[in-house]
């Protein structure tokens, strides 16, 4: 039933949640009626299970992208990328998402499901390249982790929304470089005059 279930995707991108019929789920899935709502309760577990499985890839990609013996910064690029191409070669799950992502974000266990998929991994990342060397310390892993998340889903999400003009391994490959430019070398030319101790010369 799960990979049946991938045909709802394309539905609710297309129409929306709250455009979308139960009856149509069923039809475009071939999943009896009664079924769905037995394994799902309705249109909600549906984007509920639809979400579910898709921080599941994430999870797994991102899992082997951090798991190498490569040092944390390389690592990090790794994990950028895994997700990226995650959502990239699923636009319709991720359509289904931006569509309702007031709904979605309200879902039951998703903080946790988010924190298992993407925010412990990343936090363990940027303890191992304060230790490694490749990566400086920061005040607050656990929000760099989650604004690291914040940029790679919504790059994602608007490759998905836009379509691919050069291909999904182009555009994962575009995006991660940009991130990762961002992220490890920051936009600022040099710092900022107020961050340098009284009397220490810029």
Do not use: W
């Not at 836009?162 to 291909?167: C, P």
């Amino acid at each position: 039933m799960a990979s049946q279930l991938y045909g709802a995707a394309e539905l609710i991108a297309e129409r929306g949640l709250d455009g979308t019929k139960i009856d149509d789920i069923a039809e475009a899935t071939g999943i009896p009626k009664a079924t769905i709502y037995y394994h799902l309760d309705g249109k909600n577990g549906v984007l509920a299970f639809l979400l579910g499985d898709l921080l599941d890839l994430i999870a797994g990609e991102v899992g082997v992208a951090v798991s190498t013996v490569e040092d944390a910064r390389t690592r990090l690029e790794a994990a950028v990328a895994a997700q990226l191409g995650v959502m990239v070669e699923h636009p319709f799950l991720c359509r289904a998402l931006v569509g309702d992502l007031g709904r979605a974000t309200r879902l039951p266990d998703l903080a946790e499901a988010l924190r298992s998929a993407f925010y412990q991994p990343i936090e363990k990342l940027l303890s191992d390249g304060v230790a490694d060397g490749s990566l400086r310390q920061v005040a607050d892993p656990g929000a760099v982790a989650m604004s690291v998340f914040g940029a790679i889903t919504v790059a994602g999400l608007s490759a998905a929304v836009e379509g691919s003009s050069t291909g999904p391994s182009a555009d994962a490959a575009r995006f991660s470089a940009a991130i990762c430019e961002l992220i490890l070398d920051g936009l600022a030319t040099h710092p900022r005059l107020d961050d340098h101790e009284p009397g220490e010369r810029p």
